[in-house]
């Protein structure tokens, strides 16, 4: 009876396939089942101990996001007609709120350019001047121009955010330049990821099934005969 098992045991097992070669189709094939999950499992972690703060304490970003960083956006000119070069005072580009909004604007742009939306924002940098009108920055208008983006009805999200005041910008009317963060689920787990090892045929990942693990003492007998 061993013997008639035993030869069983040994029509089953899949001799034409390697052992090693298996191993790594499964554990291909588990990383890209894992890949494959995590669009599934992408989140943003948006962490707010104060609720009346108009800004995160952090943001934690989880697998399956891509990233989009923004380089420092300017404000234009209250005269959407008028180039920069022809600007020849204040008064043109508008006092920190007007250019806070205007350098917003033209981030919410550039984020829906790229398939982004000013809610999948998770990390402001903004570097701001004195205005001279007052002889100090102007934090108050800073505030009032960015929470007519966050924190809104089209937009209930905010941001983890950074304020430097500076010295001064790249030109003199210039009171605010911004820089952005923004997330947002991965499109998709590439083709590559999903593909069996390049030393497998083809129709195994179909066709290949465990062998049956008998017990123990069978196997021990099968390696003895």
Known sequence: MAMIKNANFRAARPLATPFATVLKFLLTAGAASALAAMPAQAQVNRIKSNPSAIILDGARVGPGMETFYLSGQLPSPIDPAKPMAEV???????????????????????????????????????????????????????????????????????????????????????????????????????????????????????????????????RRKALLT
């Open 88 to 218: 020849k005072s204040l008064e043109e580009m508008g006092d920190s709120k007007t250019q806070t909004i205007s350098t917003l604007n033209k981030v919410k742009t550039l984020l829906e350019s790229q398939g982004y939306a000013m809610s999948d924002l998770v990390k402001l940098s903004l570097f701001v001047t004195a205005d001279p009108r007052l002889g100090k920055m102007d934090f108050a208008g800073v505030n009032a121009g960015f929470k007519e983006f966050f924190g809104t009805s089209a937009n209930p999200n905010t941001v983890a955010r950074s304020t430097f005041q500076v010295a001064a910008l790249v030109g003199p009317y210039f009171l605010i330049e911004i820089e952005a963060i923004a997330v947002k689920k991965a499109s998709g787990t590439p083709a590559a990821a999903l593909e069996a090892p390049s030393d497998m045929p083809a129709e195994s990942s179909a066709s290949y099934q465990r062998p049956h693990r008998l017990p123990a003492e069978l």
